[in-house]
């Protein structure tokens, strides 16, 4: 067996994108030694490929932004499903994240009078969103990368050494959270390099994973998204949130192939590009639900005029919330009216001067030239929905980022809650340095209590870890890594994709036991030096236990409502509403309660209109006779504990 | 359509060789996919490094059939028919395992230059910067790490006891982003010639030819900083500031106790 190197820490966080490196960053500044952890090489997490750009009522461009209108959009865009006091404080905090950011060397796009330019995106009222270009999430990771280095020349200055306080652990992999009692002790893994184990002992955890797209088959993510923070945090005793809402962006690439599900960023249709049916008829105005009418043309001319005069005119329809534009496009293609290779057609080309395109979606330009021979100054693209974000994630204290498991903490996309059942764009960036920061604070601060009373990791423990990890290269018969994905792929694809159905979600919890089973058997071959089947076989059973946690809240949630659209309950419900889905294991297998939502603030729900409210709340809420003995159980059956009501009363 | 191609491809560490493969390939596929139809297929340890599979975060380079490539943004279509693909992994750099390599070399050399350093006068907020300033930052900023210039550059490509004093096309577009970013006050002109190794440089543009991203690193990165290097030397302000000991206008010294950081503090 290879040796087991140990580290001990004060912080560790798991993720190295735009949320871990934030939080190692604060952690650091707070004086704790900390290590970052990371599956890929350093600067390279899957942040790296956003694109539009973090959203912060900075104001520059529209002077009436506030960050009570970013909270106000923000609740709209989830549906009044999100955490309120997350919405609030990322509201308040995202312009100094994103000043600080250009403090540190990020160099967003320029307004003329020299400020941080910000551009229009769906579900914002005001120009919100810090760009560059369309690689903004590239500047965002560089910037905190570059921040960690700087503090790592600070730390060989004092102490002669660049890692003596805050290290880097690239490529490597944790499969396993371990703890002393009910606390946090220390997180296990492999080094994809080497193939040696590490443990590594901290009383605090940050987990920073990002999401879970590649349970699905068409998605915008990239290979680190199986949902192993999800994973982690449920063997490790905390709860999941919300697990059924899955953003599918409007836009993917569809063609060809081999690209199917590649990301075609928001910016377009924000800088003015629209979407048109097999038929030229641009079909989104027939899309505008009732809640968004008062906010959204209705003729092509008054959205045209809004791009120049948005005083005077109301929003083009392709700018609605991207729960809406996929559905629309869903359904355009399913009647008929779809592109040749199963899209719509999304056009820039008639709209803007080439050049004008070239420099304002330089990527979006290379990427359809290099990956699909189509220039998009010249010819419409072929884009449809792709599997892009979980809004569920570790049910977090929104203040410290605290989970239910002390000593472990979330932030960034695996962490839920903020985004309620539908995310903006991006609210993602800013969310993650906002709530990054926030965990190191909150980590910091725990380990300040704790003192020295530092938890132990058990040797037994670490075996049984380390012997889990080898299991896949030790067997002598078993299935194949590779075919197991794609059929977990196919199965989230087609049963617990865009559009649901009771029977068929049924049917995938059925297909993913008899999956989970099989995976238990897996095998890989080779050694366990860079060893790609075996990282892959020990992502499964992390893909496995997500997708059965958003399959049964899926099931559960007997509405529809952003992220989650069922076909046979099509309706939004005010009295879900009011309810969270909670996921936790028992004994080992995935199980659920209902919580209630913390209810608005008063001077928060003086934000919205009573018309407006009506769409949304319960009568009795509307009259303000919430909550005393109010019940939460929309069809009468499972309530949430009277236990994990009161814990939510007492945090808000 | 489905044709079947053959793949020569290195495998193993420090010792390997090329091994022959037949394997599928359909229409608009990448290079990418058809390393994970060999994976999926017949070789399933085959070690290959690759992240975002859309050309943004600058992990899969390789060299296919001799040439410094992103694996995911090489298409099969770019081949003639009949041609064999061969792919290996980066010369410049040890090799890890079969595509796989050691890319620590650049995070060691990252890690020399001092960083961004704003007048301590000022504070987040207070910036106001032109956006033709900043432009020819943001340039070098759209840098994707993927190191197929440093690969590719014959100062270090096989010349090991070169990376010592040399930092690579990379990090000296990296030192010039800082020069040319209007808020930075550090100076580090010197050094990028002294510890950063810019004199190797005779100007090739080999590293500009195969940047996916496209960015002129020897026309507006590598000759600019040698132009301000020159000046440097000549700027009779500096030279005086110097013999008298003057603060202003001092030189910034490479980050202390960063390069090959030893075991044992020093202090
Ligand atoms: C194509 C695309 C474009 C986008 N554009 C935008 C946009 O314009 N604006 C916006 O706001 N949002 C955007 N988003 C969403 C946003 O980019 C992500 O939600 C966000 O980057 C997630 O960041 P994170 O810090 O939570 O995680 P990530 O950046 O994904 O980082 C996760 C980290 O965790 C590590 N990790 C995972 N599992 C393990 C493990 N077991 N052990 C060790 N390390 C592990 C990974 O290696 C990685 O370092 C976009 C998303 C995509 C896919
Ligand atoms: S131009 Fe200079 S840095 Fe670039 S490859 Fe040639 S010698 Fe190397
Ligand atoms: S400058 Fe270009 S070639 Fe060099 S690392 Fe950056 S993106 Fe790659
Ligand atoms: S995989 Fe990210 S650039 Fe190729």
């Not at chain 1, 973090?54 to 209108?69: E, I, K, M, R, T």
């Not at chain 1, 990322?90 to 250009?102: G, V, Y």
């Not at chain 1, 899309?287 to 001319?301: G, H, K, M, N």
Request: hydrophobic letters at 35%; charged letters at 25%.
């Amino acid at each position: 067996m290879s040796e087991i190197t140990r580290h001990s820490y004060d912080v560790v966080v798991i993720g190295a994108g735009g949320a871990g490196l934030r939080a190692a960053i604060e952690a650091r500044q707070q004086g704790k030694k900390t290590a970052i952890i990371s599956k890929s090489l350093f600067g390279k997490a899957h942040t790296v490929m956003a694109e539009g750009g973090a959203a912060a009522a900075l104001g520059n461009v529209n002077s009436d932004d506030h960050w009570q209108v970013h909270f106000r959009d923000t609740i709209r865009g989830g549906k009044f499903l999100n955490d309120p006091r997350m919405a609030e404080l990322h509201a308040q905090e995202a312009p100094q994240r994103i000043l600080e950011l250009e403090y540190w060397g990020a160099l967003f796009d320029r307004t003329k009078d020299g400020r941080i330019s910000q551009r229009n995106f769906g579900g914002h009222e005001y120009p919100r969103l810090a760009h560059v270009g369309d690689r903004t999430g590239l500047e965002l990771i560089r910037t905190l990368q570059q921040r960690v280095v700087q503090l790592q020349q600070a730390d060989a200055a004092e102490f002669g050494h660049p890692e003596s306080m805050l290290k880097v652990y690239a490529e490597t992999t944790i499969t396993e959270l371990l703890k002393d009692g009910d606390r946090i002790a220390g997180a296990f893994g492999y080094i994809r390099e080497t193939g040696d184990f590490v443990l590594f002992e901290a009383p605090a955890v940050i987990l920073a994973t990002g999401g879970i797209g590649k349970s699905f088959k068409v998605t915008s993510n990239s290979w680190e998204y199986t949902g192993d923070g999800h994973a982690l945090a449920l063997r490790a005793g905390a709860t999941l949130l919300n697990m059924e809402f899955v953003q599918f962006h409007p836009t993917g690439m569809v063609w060809p192939p081999s690209v199917k599900g590649i990301l075609v960023t928001e910016s377009v249709r924000g800088d003015g590009g629209v979407l048109r049916n097999s038929e030229g008829e641009r079909f989104m105005f027939r899309y505008v639900p009732d809640v968004f009418r008062s906010q959204y043309a209705e003729t092509e001319e008054e959205a045209d005029g809004w791009y120049t005069a948005p005083a005077e005119h109301r929003r083009p329809p392709e700018l609605l919330p991207r729960d809406e534009v996929a559905r629309a496009i869903n359904t355009e293609v399913k009647e008929g009216r779809g592109s040749p290779h199963g899209g719509v057609f999304l056009d820039v080309s008639t709209r803007l001067p080439a050049e004008e395109i070239t420099r304002r979606l330089p990527s979006m330009y290379h990427q359809f030239r290099e990956l699909a021979d189509v220039d998009i100054t010249a010819e419409p693209m072929e884009v449809g929905p792709t599997c892009h974000y979980v809004m569920g994630g570790i049910e977090v204290d929104a203040d410290t980022g605290a989970a239910l498991v002390p000593g472990l903490f979330a932030a960034g996309e695996v962490a839920g809650g903020m985004h309620g059942s539908n995310r903006l764009g991006g609210n993602s960036l800013s969310d993650l340095l906002v709530f990054g920061r926030r965990c190191g604070l909150g980590a910091a601060a725990y380990l300040d209590e704790l003192g020295d009373a530092r938890p132990a990791v058990a040797e037994a423990e670490i075996r049984r870890a380390q012997e889990e990890v080898r299991a896949p290269l030790e067997r002598k018969t078993g299935e194949d890594p590779y075919a197991l994905h794609q059929e977990i792929q196919q199965t989230m694809n087609d049963l617990v994709g865009i559009i649901r159905r009771g029977p068929e979600i049924e049917q995938a919890l059925e297909s993913l036991d008899k999956l989970r089973e099989r995976a238990a058997g897996v095998r890989a071959e080779g050694g366990t030096i860079y060893n790609p089947g075996w990282h892959l076989a020990l992502d499964l059973p992390n893909m496995l236990l997500v997708s059965e946690a958003i399959a049964r809240a899926a099931l559960e949630r007997t509405e529809s409502r952003g992220g989650h659209t069922r076909d046979d309950y099509p309706a939004m419900s005010p009295e879900w509403r009011r309810i969270n889905l909670v996921t936790y294991l028992r004994e080992g297998r995935v199980d659920q309660r209902r919580q209630p939502l913390a209810p608005l603030r008063p001077d928060l729900m003086e934000l919205f209109e009573r018309e407006e409210l009506a769409k949304y709340l319960t009568d009795e809420e509307l009259s303000g006779t919430e909550r005393t003995g109010a019940s939460v159980d929309p069809d009468g059956h499972g309530g949430p504990t009277e236990e994990a009501a009161s814990a939510k009363e007492d945090e808000s | 359509m489905t044709t079947k191609r053959t793949f020569r491809v290195w495998r193993g560490s420090g010792e390997g060789e090329l091994v022959h493969y037949e394997v599928e390939v359909n229409e608009g596929e990448v290079v990418l996919d058809v390393l994970h139809r060999l994976q999926a297929t017949q070789v399933p340890d085959l070690a290959v490094r690759w992240n975002c599979k859309a050309g943004k975060c600058g992990s899969c380079s390789v060299e296919i059939n001799g040439r410094p490539r992103l694996s995911c943004m090489t298409r099969m279509s770019t081949f003639e028919p009949e041609e064999p693909i061969t792919i290996t992994p980066m010369r410049t750099f040890p090799v890890i395992r079969d595509l796989v390599c050691d890319v620590s070399f650049n995070y060691q050399k990252a890690r020399e230059i001092p960083s961004f350093t704003p007048d301590p006068g000022t504070e987040p907020g207070d910036f106001r910067m032109a956006q033709a300033d900043v432009e020819r930052s943001q340039e070098f900023r759209k840098c994707i790490e993927c190191f197929l210039c440093q690969n590719v550059c014959h100062v270090i490509r096989d010349h090991e006891e070169n990376k010592e004093h040399f930092s690579g096309p990379r990090y000296l577009i990296r030192v010039t982003e800082l020069e040319m970013h209007p808020e930075d006050t550090a100076d580090r002109r010197t050094i990028s010639q002294e510890e950063f190794g810019l004199g190797y440089c005779n100007i090739t543009k080999c590293c500009t030819e195969v940047c996916p991203e496209h960015i002129k690193i020897t026309d507006n990165g590598l000759i600019p900083l040698k132009e301000r290097v020159a000046d440097r030397k000549y700027d009779p302000l500096v030279w005086l500031g110097s013999k008298i000991g003057l603060r202003k206008g001092a030189d910034t010294p490479i980050a202390p106790n960063t390069r090959k950081p030893s075991s044992a503090p020093e202090q």
